[in-house]
């Protein structure tokens, strides 16, 4: 470990350049924000790839350097420093962050050129990366726990950002209110691993051997965290209604890097989760239920951005998946590929706002291919390593996560209380054929909306004039697309990254030793289904998704009144899906309107009745009675005193008198 | 044979009837009277209780043993005197704004 005093540049950077725009922004130029913000977060990404350099080195390297800036606070038995750790996964995610990062700054010079609130945007943006880098660089829970606060607030601030628009603030709220459910969960159990241990900092905590039942609850009710903050069933809702903000926040907050910080926590801990196997197995659940769940709505959506929201719900089960099996690795390694196509996908959708002025219902997109080619094949490049097809990232990373689903060890030793050991082999299995599923689903929805958008005839209104972005959105888009591709060198799987020599750079090996192992012990070989076949079942369900969405969707009118009947034999389903399969409703009816009735009757009784009327005007009312009871004896009259005073008196030297 | 007894019954009429005039009397002056009244009564108590001392006395000198009493008396007497002095220039001042020395018309801090 190599101490540093320079590491706290990395988010301090981004943090002045949110303090320049936001306080005097409003008053210099907007080509002053956009210099101010733009360097701010490039030089955060120089600062991060010489930190990263440190530890990337060959044999002897540090395994991670660490700043401790200062003391926070010590109360009792808890002290907490405020300390930066960079080692070989926080300091990847600092390059995403601030290499994503940066180039979504580029991008939004250009998509929010016409704003008046341009000041603002570029605060909040860059508030949201200082935010972003002190919860992945934070050593200890606290100041994790301060970064994670820290995006949600910029989320909020970022969703609403149209506030004079009622719905869109109203998604802030929701996005605030969704996220504050979790973070209740990952407060207390901060505070149950504090009770247990007496410390919050990581390095301390992965020392600790952990009683079953502790281990459990604390890393469940973490978990309940990063269920809100990386949108898992059952918190995902607040994330397709975020895409109310503009739509490089959709890229940078909503798909590549806030909402994969509960998969970054997961992996962070490791250590806590491999000690409560059956909050892992759980884990990998419901990342899968969520990945199905929000695949199958996806196939059903209109609206462009909605379609990549719940893409990003679903590409996050991945995730969850991944780590749920105890390979943390593959979940970690497909949050930074998805970080890039998902990113690249959202700026793509961005452009194509951009180009038809504000339209985002698909259907009345087409042909935009003629009108925008750097968006149409940026966003195809994306799309192909999305939906796992060979030889993007996508397909690397995520089949990385169905073989360790297959293939996982970490289903045949559950255990939540001690001395019960329930063994569940079929789990890993039966996860991957679900996801294998949704993968087939994945790839039907990403062509569907690829074809809606850029394939055929341009069926928006004839007034509309498509027109491809400036020089400051496209490039972007093509560095993302470019990072899509060449992001496969480090998810290739070991067999082939050893014939290449490309060892030494995939993520599996780069990361090891970071992770513990989980308790059944590392992925077996499954006899009965090679690795080969694993892939081979991969690529098929990608292209059969693939040319399913062809025969329905890029086909002209007879692909078009094929998608229409074959919705027509489904009625009920179909209308179910394109409702979101009514969870916001059933939400409405089972939590918020008896929050809303709970909230009436606190206000109406409790608080306008009881504490107003009866604690505040009781006291003083009280008060008054008893003084104009009192003052009656005030009469005026001195004789009237002198006669009380005399028999008072006369009362007082009796009883002392006869009392002896 | 008059004794203790005697005086101290005398006094304790004169102090009830002094206390009775304070308290019914509507005249400022006969209330000023009254409460001189009480005053001499409990003159009377101290001056009792010089001449027929309850516990035996601390010195042989007779002059001594009586002058506590008795100074206790001037201290009664000359306080009286200063608070006729005050009171009756209480009710000269009130009688000028109120035209009456009505004690029942002075009741402006009722309530």
């Given at each position: 470990?190599?101490?540093?005093?320079?590491?706290?540049?990395?988010?301090?950077?981004?943090?002045?350049?949110?303090?320049?725009?936001?306080?005097?922004?409003?008053?210099?130029?907007?080509?002053?924000?956009?210099?101010?913000?733009?360097?701010?977060?490039?030089?955060?990404?120089?600062?991060?790839?010489?930190?990263?350099?440190?530890?990337?080195?060959?044999?002897?390297?540090?395994?991670?350097?660490?700043?401790?800036?200062?003391?926070?606070?010590?109360?009792?038995?808890?002290?907490?420093?405020?300390?930066?750790?960079?080692?070989?996964?926080?300091?990847?995610?600092?390059?995403?962050?601030?290499?994503?990062?940066?180039?979504?700054?580029?991008?939004?010079?250009?998509?929010?050129?016409?704003?008046?609130?341009?000041?603002?945007?570029?605060?909040?943006?860059?508030?949201?990366?200082?935010?972003?880098?002190?919860?992945?660089?934070?050593?200890?829970?606290?100041?994790?726990?301060?970064?994670?606060?820290?995006?949600?607030?910029?989320?909020?601030?970022?969703?609403?950002?149209?506030?004079?628009?009622?719905?869109?603030?109203?998604?802030?709220?929701?996005?605030?209110?969704?996220?504050?459910?979790?973070?209740?969960?990952?407060?207390?159990?901060?505070?149950?691993?504090?009770?247990?241990?007496?410390?919050?900092?990581?390095?301390?905590?992965?020392?600790?051997?952990?009683?079953?039942?502790?281990?459990?609850?604390?890393?469940?009710?973490?978990?309940?965290?990063?269920?809100?903050?990386?949108?898992?069933?059952?918190?995902?809702?607040?994330?397709?209604?975020?895409?109310?903000?503009?739509?490089?926040?959709?890229?940078?907050?909503?798909?590549?890097?806030?909402?994969?910080?509960?998969?970054?926590?997961?992996?962070?801990?490791?250590?806590?989760?491999?000690?409560?196997?059956?909050?892992?197995?759980?884990?990998?659940?419901?990342?899968?239920?969520?990945?199905?769940?929000?695949?199958?709505?996806?196939?059903?959506?209109?609206?462009?951005?909605?379609?990549?929201?719940?893409?990003?719900?679903?590409?996050?089960?991945?995730?969850?998946?991944?780590?749920?099996?105890?390979?943390?690795?593959?979940?970690?390694?497909?949050?930074?590929?998805?970080?890039?196509?998902?990113?690249?996908?959202?700026?793509?959708s961005g452009a194509v706002i951009h180009g038809l002025h504000g339209e985002q219902d698909m259907r009345r997109m087409g042909g935009l291919k003629r009108h925008m080619p750097h968006t149409a094949r940026t966003f195809l490049i994306a799309t192909i390593a999305i939906t796992g097809t060979l030889p993007l990232s996508g397909f690397f990373s995520k089949d990385e996560i169905l073989g360790q689903a297959l293939r996982t060890s970490a289903f045949s030793f559950l255990s939540l209380t001690p001395g019960s050991s329930i063994t569940l082999t079929f789990l890993g299995p039966l996860l991957w054929a679900v996801g294998t599923f949704t993968a087939l689903l994945t790839s039907f929805y990403m062509w569907r909306c690829y074809y809606l958008t850029f394939e055929g005839e341009y069926r928006g209104p004839a007034d509309v004039h498509p027109h491809e972005s400036p020089w400051t959105m496209t490039l972007p888009l093509w560095v993302l697309a470019f990072l899509s591709i060449v992001a496969l060198v480090i998810v290739l799987p070991p067999e082939l990254a050893h014939k290449l020599h490309l060892e030494s750079i995939t993520w599996k090996h780069f990361t090891e030793g970071l992770f513990r192992a989980a308790r059944g012990g590392p992925a077996r070989e499954f006899a009965y289904f090679p690795e080969i076949a694993a892939y081979a079942t991969a690529l098929a369900v990608a292209l059969v998704g693939w040319r399913v969405a062809v025969r329905y969707f890029n086909a002209g009118p007879q692909g078009a009144a094929r998608a229409q009947a074959f919705a027509a034999r489904f009625p009920r389903l179909r209308r179910a899906l394109e409702n979101k399969l009514y969870v916001d409703e059933i939400y409405e009816r089972i939590f918020v309107r008896p929050l809303w009735a709970f909230a009436r009757w606190l206000w109406r009784i409790v608080d306008a009745w009881i504490i107003d009327g009866l604690l505040v005007n009781g006291t003083g009312k009280a008060v008054a009675t008893a003084g104009a009871w009192a003052r009656k004896f005030q009469n005026g009259n001195v004789q009237r005193y002198a006669a009380v005073t005399a028999v008072g008196i006369a009362l007082l030297v009796f009883v002392l008198l006869t009392r002896g | 044979m008059v004794g203790p007894v005697h005086y101290l019954v005398l006094a304790a009429i004169l102090f009830a009837l002094g206390a009775a005039g304070v308290v019914l009397r509507r005249n400022a002056i006969i209330v000023l009277m009254s409460i001189e009244l009480m005053l001499n009564a409990v003159n009377l108590t101290f001056l009792t209780f010089s001449r027929f001392p309850l516990l035996p006395a601390a010195t042989d000198n007779l002059g001594a043993r009586m002058m506590q009493g008795h100074a206790a008396v001037f201290f009664v007497i000359a306080v009286a005197a200063a608070e006729a002095a005050v009171g009756l220039a209480i009710v000269i001042a009130a009688f000028r704004s109120r035209r009456s020395v009505n004690v029942d018309d002075f009741d402006s801090l009722r309530n």
């Open positions: 470990m190599l101490e540093v005093n320079w590491l706290h540049l990395i988010p301090l950077l981004p943090l002045a350049g949110a303090a320049f725009c936001g306080l005097v922004g409003r008053w210099v130029p907007k080509s002053w924000v956009s210099a101010v913000a733009l360097s701010a977060v490039l030089l955060s990404f120089l600062v991060g790839v010489t930190a990263f350099r440190e530890i990337a080195g060959g044999e002897g390297s540090p395994l991670q350097i660490h700043e401790l800036v200062y003391s926070w606070f010590s109360v009792g038995r808890l002290s907490v420093d405020l300390g930066l750790t960079l080692d070989r996964l926080s300091g990847t995610l600092v390059l995403v962050i601030t290499g994503v990062g940066f180039l979504i700054h580029l991008y939004s010079v250009g998509y929010m050129d016409e704003d008046p609130g341009y000041w603002r945007y570029f605060a909040y943006l860059n508030l949201f990366v200082a935010a972003m880098l002190l919860l992945v660089l934070g050593d200890n829970l606290v100041a994790m726990f301060v970064g994670w606060e820290g995006v949600g607030l910029c989320s909020y601030l970022l969703i609403g950002f149209w506030f004079e628009d009622d719905a869109k603030s109203y998604a802030g709220r929701k996005a605030f209110v969704v996220n504050r459910i979790g973070d209740f969960g990952f407060l207390i159990g901060v505070f149950v691993l504090f009770q247990a241990t007496g410390t919050v900092s990581f390095a301390s905590l992965s020392g600790v051997a952990l009683p079953l039942a502790t281990a459990s609850a604390a890393a469940a009710l973490l978990f309940v965290g990063a269920t809100g903050k990386s949108a898992q069933l059952p918190l995902y809702v607040w994330l397709p209604d975020a895409m109310a903000g503009p739509t490089p926040v959709s890229a940078l907050i909503h798909a590549a890097t806030m909402v994969t910080a509960g998969v970054y926590m997961v992996a962070r801990l490791s250590f806590l989760y491999v000690q409560a196997p059956g909050v892992l197995a759980l884990i990998a659940v419901v990342g899968t239920l969520t990945a199905l769940w929000a695949a199958l709505i996806a196939t059903s959506q209109q609206d462009i951005k909605k379609v990549l929201a719940y893409s990003t719900v679903s590409q996050l089960g991945y995730m969850f998946l991944g780590v749920g099996t105890g390979a943390f690795f593959a979940g970690t390694e497909h949050l930074l590929t998805h970080a890039f196509f998902k990113a690249c996908l959202f700026l793509g | -």
